[in-house]
T-cell receptor
Framework: KAGVTQTPRYLIKTRGQQVTLSCSPI?????VSWYQQTPGQGLQFLFE???????NKGNFPGRFSGRQFSNSRSEMNVSTLELGDSALYLC?????????????FGEGSRLTVL | TQLLEQSPQFLSIQEGENLTVYCNSS?????LQWYRQEPGEGPVLLVT?????EVKKLKRLTFQFGDARKDSSLHITAAQPGDTGLYLC???????????FGKGITLSVRP
């Protein structure tokens, strides 16, 4: 079956702009999680959505937001971009209904903020 | 906040050598997972351990979950260049809670 698809793969923005990233999970998966990966901080959890509701949340400022649609597709938005937001943003899906569900990751969206 | 410390941060070894890397925390996890990430790709799950003391083998890779479910180790026998990558451990304090990742171990295996 098709894997997790993230778009766009690469994007360049300038400080102050906003960006929207998209994630299509594996068919049948109801949970979508978002992570920010940087060389210094590693993988940091942003939030998880399950059946259109935010189920878990990380420690990021309110500039980072997300949502999930009825077909389980998810988007995340970052407003008022800062240089430090440059990172690889990874989306991962899992069934969300079983214990220790394996996370399936997309290839990520690499954001560069100039 | 549950923190996972991975060590060593970087490791460069010759093909054929054995190695052990670690994932430690002061918190208890209901499950712990190991992932490997290659450049330009997302992490891929290697194994999930859920029972204290559990040992799982995946070909030349042996994973162990600590008795107290606070730490884990990964042992690779006769490392191959194909083992090169970033190894990440991730813990979940309870089912369907957020999965917290360590910063990872960058392994390079030289031919």
């Amino acid at each position: 079956k098709a894997g997790v698809t993230q778009t766009p793969r690469y994007l360049i923005k300038t400080r102050g702009q906003q960006v929207t990233l998209s994630c299509s999970p594996i068919s049948g998966h109801r949970s979508v999680s978002w992570y920010q990966q940087t060389p210094g901080q590693g993988l940091q959890f942003l939030f998880e959505y399950f059946s259109e509701t935010q189920r878990n949340k990380g420690n990021f400022p309110g500039r980072f937001s997300g949502r999930q649609f009825s077909n389980s597709r998810s988007e995340m938005n970052v407003s008022t971009l800062e240089l430090g937001d440059s990172a690889l943003y990874l989306c991962a899906s899992r069934t969300g209904t079983v214990n220790t569900g394996e996370l399936f990751f997309g290839e990520g969206s690499r954001l560069t903020v100039l | 906040t549950q923190l996972l410390e991975q060590s060593p941060q970087f490791l460069s070894i010759q093909e054929g050598e054995n190695l052990t890397v670690y994932c430690n925390s002061s918190s208890v996890f209901s499950s712990l997972q190991w992932y490997r990430q290659e450049p330009g790709e997302g992490p891929v799950l290697l194994v999930t351990v859920v029972t204290g003391g559990e040992v799982k083998k995946l070909k030349r890779l042996t994973f162990q979950f600590g008795d107290a479910r606070k730490d884990s180790s990964l042992h690779i026998t006769a490392a191959q260049p194909g083992d090169t990558g970033l190894y990440l451990c991730a813990g979940e304090p309870r089912a369907n809670s957020k999965l917290t990742f360590g910063k990872g171990i960058t392994l390079s295996v030289r031919p």
